[in-house]
């Protein structure tokens, strides 16, 4: 069995001053994806690339304080891929691949971290261009192992997976493109929604992001945007799924997964 989380941090630094490290020795996982760390190698290595006795790999954004990836395990990997040969958003730093192969088995955990169209139309567009890219990846990749990918799609696929979406039907994170766009990746791209897998039809509980406007995070008006999406014969080894919202690292919950490994 193999427990893997999944975080969008909105800031490592930020995130480890509000007990994110604490939690994560309480909780265990062999291994935890993080997204949008907002920091450089300087930063991070030396500091939190031990965090609960977990070994750090990461792939940094160029600019500074601005996206970047990373997973924590105690898992040795066989080979750490950074970027997936798309140089627009290997810059941003989107992409780590740890591969786990053996020789009976070649099997990945990627952390992503999609970007936001939310600021504007230039975002937006460069969104679009990311899914364009992302799918062939996605797909010539599963031809040639299993794998997990978790992240912060900034997706909500169905109206169960936001509070709001009657109005939210012309905001990025629901439009009409990106939600046909995931629901190509789950049907002939042969992916599977490990959450939706195991909670097909739950609502409020589902959540994994909240606005910092107003209150949406009392009043629980969420999001669904943090994703594990799994090949196949990895979902099928999924045996239960958790969203943490007891503490509040970031902006987003902890989404954590019990595997078949």
Known sequence: MIKLTSLNLNGIRSATSKGLQEWIRRSSPDCICVQEVKAQAPDVLGKFDVMANLTGYFHFAEKKGYAGVGIYTHLEPSEVITGFGAAEFDAEGRYLELRF???????????CYFPSGSSGEERQQAKFRFLEVIYPHLQALKQQREFVLCGDINIAHQQIDLKNWK??????????????????LLTEGGLVDVYRQLHPHSTDEAYTWWSNRGQAYAKNVGWRLDYHLATEALAKGARSVDIYKDEKFSDHAPVTVTYDW
């Open 101 to 111: 192969d053996t020789l009976s088995a070649k099997r990945s955990i990627i952390s």
């Open 167 to 184: 109005s939210n039907q012309k905001n990025s994170g629901f439009l009409p493109e990106e939600r046909a766009w995931m629901t190509r």
